[in-house]
């Protein structure tokens, strides 16, 4: 594998190492790999080690998730999930349960604004694929009838899922935030001290450069091309994620439509929001919380952010503009593209 000492520009966040010596003799080493798992580019990189299977394992652990989540995959126990809807309750793995369990949370916790059953309307959609299209609104109309995160049914006694007739989720906007978590804790549990985890955006570190220097991660500009950024948060131990409208879109007519969608009309929500980047403890909490965060907007979600222990937030408004919440300041995030500026 490459061995990587200055920086690593990553699909969507760029994580940055500088160059330099390390402290401890053992950090000079280390080992990377970029895949493609869960529809995006994953880049694991590990200091202090030269053991080429704790990628392999990672990448399995990733790939796991995958099998059981993904929408993409035909025998996954989503697709079981969806298919089965007014049939009959699924037995899932307890990963699967407990992510949507921590799915119906979010939703709960954005008053319906994030809603994990909103894959019919997604759907219609089809954002992200070559069939993208602006959906009729009888469409729209219809598959908005069969959202509503309140009415899934689980049984924890049995680890089962049932959906009604017509109802379907979606897993996308939390389980790479689980399999980042998944990730760290494997490569902990075999003495792993430093390393950046990466998956499509979602940003987990495992320490920090050095003795005395934080990792500096770089925020996308959902207004620029990909890997450009507006600026640079330092951070350690900690795990950043991006949600925003440069993620999956299309245009048409000179409109830009995105793949964030309201559950109140079926259309990508309009808020001035460019993205959102929470800064947390777990991924599966920052991966949730960038898109219930963009979704119920800079006002609540700046409040929301403040209930919450440990979880900060950056929000990047399409006027350049940028607000953040009460743990994040100006020597935190530095701004490196001259057209954004600090707001309060």
């Known amino acids: ?43 694991i990189q590990i200091f202090g080690s ?22 993409n995959i035909s025998d996954s126990e989503i697709v079981a999930i969806n298919n089965a809807a007014g049939h009959g309750p699924v037995a899932v793995s307890q990963d699967t349960f407990y992510v949507i369990q921590k799915s119906i949370e979010y939703s709960a916790l954005s008053d319906g604004q994030f809603d994990v059953t909103m894959e019919p309307v997604i759907g219609l959609w089809g954002i992200g694929t070559d069939e993208a299209r602006i959906p009729e609104e009888n469409e729209l109309e ?57 998956l499509g955006g979602n940003v987990m570190l495992i320490g920090q450069k050095d003795e005395d220097t934080l990792f500096k991660v770089g925020l ?6 990909r890997n450009k950024y507006f600026g640079i948060i330092e951070e350690a131990d900690k795990t950043i994620v991006t949600s925003g409208v440069y993620e999956r879109n299309f245009e048409e007519d000179g409109v830009l439509y995105h793949h964030i969608l309201s559950p109140e009309d079926g259309y990508p929500v309009r808020n001035n929001i460019g993205a959102v980047s929470v800064v947390a403890e777990t991924s599966i909490d920052a991966d949730a919380l960038s898109t219930v965060l963009f979704a119920v907007g800079k006002e609540k979600g700046l409040e929301l952010v403040e209930t919450l222990e440990g979880v900060e937030c950056i929000y990047i408004m399409e006027n350049h503009e940028i607000f953040t919440s009460s743990g994040i300041d100006e020597n935190a995030l530095t701004l490196i593209n001259t057209d954004y500026s600090f707001s309060k």
């Open 142 to 198: 219809e598959a908005l009838s069969y959202v509503d995160y309140q009415k899934i049914q689980l049984d924890e006694a049995e680890q089962t899922v049932y959906l009604e007739e017509g109802m379907a989720i979606d897993l996308g906007a939390i389980a790479k935030g689980y399999a980042a978590d998944q990730v760290a804790a494997y490569l902990k549990d075999q003495g792993i001290t430093k390393s950046i985890i990466n």
């Open 1 to 43: 594998m490459k061995k990587n000492y200055s920086s690593i520009i990553l699909l969507f966040v760029i994580v940055l190492t500088l160059s330099g010596c390390q402290k401890s003799p053992d950090m000079n080493q280390s080992i990377s790999d970029s895949q493609i798992v869960l529809g995006t580019v994953i880049s």
């Open 220 to 225: 996308q500009d959902p207004y620029d091309v």
């Open 50 to 71: 030269k053991d080429e299977n704790l990628l392999k394992e990672s990448f399995d652990i990733i790939k796991d998730i995958e099998a059981k989540m993904s929408l």
